[in-house]
């Protein structure tokens, strides 16, 4: 395949572009300075000259605080940049799949949360990621909308990416104990990425490891063992106490309901996953 990724600089973007040129698909990764999706024009030119059978955004502004202080640019980023990028799409008659969030539910549920739950922002960054989810339903009716959340990997900047080179470094490391999320392996969340464009059925569909989910306490504890670092010690903190501006869930954790039924198995459970991350960290 031709193999469009936006955001290909980022930690999913970057492990999509790693998978996709490992299985032989001709791929142009293009990082924000290469490719401002809100750029219609930009976005527009890039898809004629390669030509793509599927372009994947994983561009996106993921600061959450930071989107709470500046709605214009996450809307941008998050809303109308997938609108440009599936406009685009459609009119090259190509493959459109985009990443959006488990933010997008408001965590009250005390399950998981599926397809048939109806989603309820309680942030900037929530609110634009499901309306870019919205805006490219509209624009490309075959889009391929995947929600996704609790992200980690090599090459990651936030919390959960970052926790192995803690272990590593600190004496004491505070994790927030009472929000919850089914983690996501960058590189099972790539695979699973190019399959669902492979299939071509428009959706959404929730793409996270199997498991019944964890807290980022839970995670850590768990990182903490396979590291091996017995004089760690785990502080458990609770989300209020971190005073942030934007609102999180405290429950986000997704299971997908559509996945089965087009023939692709669960992803593996996050712990195998996980395992996985250290041991190669720890090389």
């Not at 219609?40 to 202080?69: M, Y």
């Not at 549920?109 to 339903?137: C, H, I, M």
Request: hydrophobic content about 40%; glycine content about 8%.
């Amino acid at each position: 395949m031709r193999v469009v990724v936006t955001g290909g600089r980022g930690l999913v973007g970057g492990a999509l572009t790693e998978h996709c040129a490992a299985v032989g698909d001709e791929v142009f990764s293009y990082g924000h300075k290469d490719l401002d999706i809100t750029d219609r024009d930009a976005v527009q030119e890039v898809i004629l000259k390669n030509q793509p059978d599927v372009v994947v955004n994983c561009a996106a502004w993921t600061n959450v605080d930071g989107c709470e202080s500046d709605q214009e640019r996450a809307f941008a980023a998050n809303s109308k940049g997938p609108e440009n990028l599936a406009a685009a799409c459609k009119e090259a008659e190509c493959i459109f799949v985009t990443i959006s969030t488990d933010y997008v539910f408001d965590g009250a549920k005390s399950g998981f949360y599926t397809q048939l739950d109806e989603p309820n922002p309680e942030s900037v960054y929530a609110a634009t990621k499901l309306q870019g989810e919205r805006l490219s339903a509209l624009a490309h009716g075959g889009s391929i909308i995947v929600r996704t959340g609790y992200v980690f990997g090599p090459g990651g900047i936030n919390f959960l990416s970052t926790v192995v080179e803690r272990i590593k470094k600190a004496r004491r490391i505070k994790a927030i104990s009472d929000a919850y999320g089914t983690p996501t392996y960058a590189k099972d969340l790539a695979v699973r990425l190019r399959e669902l464009a492979e299939k071509n059925v428009a959706g959404i569909y929730h793409v996270v490891n199997s498991g019944p989910g964890v807290s980022f306490e839970e995670f850590t504890r768990k990182a903490v063992a396979l590291v091996g670092n017995s004089e760690v010690v785990v502080e458990a903190v609770s989300a209020d106490a971190l005073n942030r501006p934007a609102k999180r869930p405290r429950n986000s954790r997704l299971r997908c309901l559509l996945t089965e039924k087009i023939g692709l198995p669960p992803l593996r459970d996050f712990e195998s996953a996980l395992e996985e991350f250290v041991l190669n960290f720890l090389v």
